[in-house]
């Protein structure tokens, strides 16, 4: 995992220049902070904060960005102010996965550097003392050693589960060699509809007898049938963190439903998640609620499926090279200055390489960093079925 930081500034004739680069090389870093103007003008148009994922395509490079703006006195204006980590692009999964990790780390430097900036009188000044006072103050090897732990952590544990409230569902009995496998048994049917929802960011629920988790017996098929679930997502969604509530009794507020994506709830619960418009997994019903048919996940879910009957380890390689792909054809759409003529040459030029089914998963992967992109690709995709049926 080859993680890269890169810290600049934009001048008051808004020149960005680099200050400091660590692992990244000058003239990527300088490039970088060249893009991040564009980025932060298709975020929102408007000065303020914003964080994003683009790609520069020319040099292979991910970038998870951290855009803001700061009042410097000597110049009596608000300058940008720009904080970057990035990846190769065939491990940009690890940006997308760790984004709340990169996010609160780019705000911890965020308020340091804007002291400096306030106490030096004149941005030259800072220029001259910023990369020593950052190499100082910031170990950033350590910094990315902590995000390697949590994905060692992540692969490590993916037959486990997290727990936040409840009893502890990771013990010997209550795990499952072949999660996919054993929920495909138990669920036949429309299973392969939960991966549309994972790969695009969606919340999904799992319904559950919590009387057979929490009583003083406890069921193991249950708690079993939850640990399956849990580590069925995780597989499928090698580029997310998923973060799992499981105050069973009690539904979540609005600030707990923003923090975490995977829900186990009771079943007196089931018709207040059905509300929220949430992927269903019901493991009393044995159904699927709310998912989506998507050929491509269908044959992808096959796939796996397959390749756990191999080995579990082979079925986890396979769904990050699958998800790497999807990814790698959507940092494509996310370079931040593409001209609308270059968008529309590039989406005709995927459009008989790609099946429908990939690019409505790719148009929704985009959709908050470059959202009229997204909505073009679905326009055209609209447009061919009116036209040709399919």
Not at 152 to 175: C, F, I, M, W
Not at 230 to 241: C, G, S, V, Y
Not at 244 to 252: C, G, L, Q, R, S
Not at 367 to 372: E, G, K, L, Y
Request: charged content about 25%; overall charge positive.
């Amino acid at each position: 995992m080859n993680i890269g930081v890169v810290i600049g500034l934009y001048d008051s004739a808004q020149k960005p220049f680099f200050v400091f680069s660590h692992v990244v090389p000058h003239e990527v870093a300088q490039k970088i902070c060249q893009k991040a103007l564009a980025v932060q003008k298709v975020l929102s148009g408007e000065p303020s904060d914003n964080e994003g994922i683009f790609s520069l395509a020319s040099n292979m490079v991910s970038v998870f960005i951290h855009f803001t703006w700061y009042f410097h006195p000597s110049k009596n204006q608000l300058l940008p102010l720009i904080i970057a980590f990035t990846t190769p692009i065939n491990d940009q999964r690890i940006l997308y996965k760790f984004f709340p990790q990169f996010s609160i780390l780019s705000k911890e430097i965020k308020s340091d550097l804007i002291e400096l900036l306030n106490s030096t009188k004149r941005l030259e000044d800072f220029i001259r003392t910023a990369p020593k006072y950052i190499e100082e103050h910031y170990n950033f090897d350590a910094m990315m050693s902590r995000i390697r732990k949590l994905q060692l952590e992540e692969d490590k544990d993916v037959n486990g589960s997290t727990v936040v409230v409840g009893v502890a569902l990771s013990g010997k009995n209550s795990l499952v060699d072949r999660p996919i496998t054993f929920l495909n048994e138990t669920i036949p049917k429309n299973l392969d509809q939960i991966i549309l929802p994972l790969i695009t960011g969606s919340k999904i629920v799992i319904i559950v007898d919590a009387s057979k988790i929490n009583s003083e017996e406890p069921s193991s098929e249950m708690i079993k049938l939850v640990n399956a679930a849990i580590a069925t997502l995780r597989i499928f969604a090698p580029h997310r963190m998923i973060k799992v509530w499981k105050n069973y009794d009690t539904f979540p507020s609005k600030k707990s439903i923003s923090r975490f994506n995977v829900f186990c709830l009771d079943h007196g619960l089931r018709k207040q998640a059905k509300k929220e418009n949430w992927v269903v997994i019901d493991l009393i019903e044995r159904k699927i609620h709310g998912g989506e048919e998507n050929r491509f996940c269908s044959e992808l879910f096959k796939e796996i499926l397959e390749a756990e009957g191999r080995s579990p380890t082979h079925a986890k390689v396979v769904a990050r090279k699958k998800v790497d792909w999807l990814l790698f054809h959507a940092s494509t759409f996310l370079e931040p200055d593409l001209e609308p003529d270059q968008v529309k040459k590039r989406v005709e030029n995927f459009l008989p390489y790609l099946e429908k089914d990939v690019l409505v998963i790719i148009a929704r992967l985009i959709q908050r960093a470059n959202p009229s992109v997204s909505n073009y690709i679905m326009k055209k995709l609209s447009l061919r079925k009116r036209l040709l049926g399919f």
